[in-house]
């Protein structure tokens, strides 16, 4: 059964600094999913990642996946206070269309 | 586009006490799932349906009903709540072709 586990947990960092969030996955994937969550609101949809080696970038966030390793990044540049939220990644299941998400980072970032 | 639509926005239930959580989208999606959010554990799939007449279970199905009887509207049934059921509750919805999903603004239930 497909596991999904990101680390760190919990990230406080400065502004401008740089970072990178990690979310690996037990099974074979066929597709990887970023979502931020701001507090008590729902979840928004980030990057969609299709095949091995896809790189998405919007603004300072960029997403990579790495499906021989079964990991996908979540890279910040340069970090401002507003990317402060929780964000999820989800990893669909081979051969099915449910998505399984991990526990999620919550990231502050402190100006 | 209204998106994904639930009801209610909050519930406060008695133990033992039965009630359906309202999702309904207007994207003409087939796949229409339920989540609920517990503090550290991130999102866990209860229920998902591919298209009318068409359900399954996810990680956490027990305590729960759902049916599929139109593209629109997923309903989740809690049969008798318990305290464990109190939660945070998403739907979501998303074309077959497992492009990115579009979720509703939750339900934050209580069961006292």
């Known amino acids: 059964e497909l596991k999904v586990e990101q680390n760190p947990l919990f990230l406080s960092m400065q502004e401008g600094k740089n970072y990178t969030i990690y979310c690996n996955y037990s099974t074979t994937s066929d597709r990887l999913y970023w979502y931020r969550q701001d507090p008590g609101k729902s979840l928004e949809s980030l990057f969609v990642l299709l095949s091995n080696g896809a790189v998405k970038q919007e603004g300072r966030l960029m997403a990579s996946l790495d499906t021989k390793a079964r990991l996908s990044t979540l890279h910040i540049t340069a970090a401002v206070h507003d990317l402060s939220a929780t964000y999820f990644c989800a990893a669909l299941t081979s051969g099915t269309y449910k998505y399984i998400f991990g526990t999620g980072t919550r990231l502050k970032v402190l100006a | 586009n209204a998106g994904v639509t639930q009801t209610p926005k909050f519930q406060v239930l008695k133990t033992g006490q039965s009630m359906t959580l309202q999702c309904a989208q207007d994207?003409?999606?087939?796949?229409m799932s339920w989540y609920r959010q517990d503090p550290g554990m991130g999102l866990r799939l209860i229920h998902y349906?591919?298209?009318?007449?068409?359900?399954d279970q996810g990680e956490v199905p027990n305590g729960y009903n759902v049916s599929r009887s139109t593209t629109e509207d997923f309903p989740l049934r809690l049969l008798s709540a318990a305290p464990s059921q109190t939660s945070v509750y998403f739907c979501?919805?998303?074309?077959?072709?497992?492009?990115?999903?579009?979720f509703g603004q939750g339900t934050r239930l209580t069961v006292v």
């Open positions: 979501a919805s998303r074309p077959l072709d497992n492009t990115e999903a579009f």
């Open positions: 349906s591919v298209g009318a007449g068409i359900t």
């Open positions: 994207m003409n999606h087939e796949y």
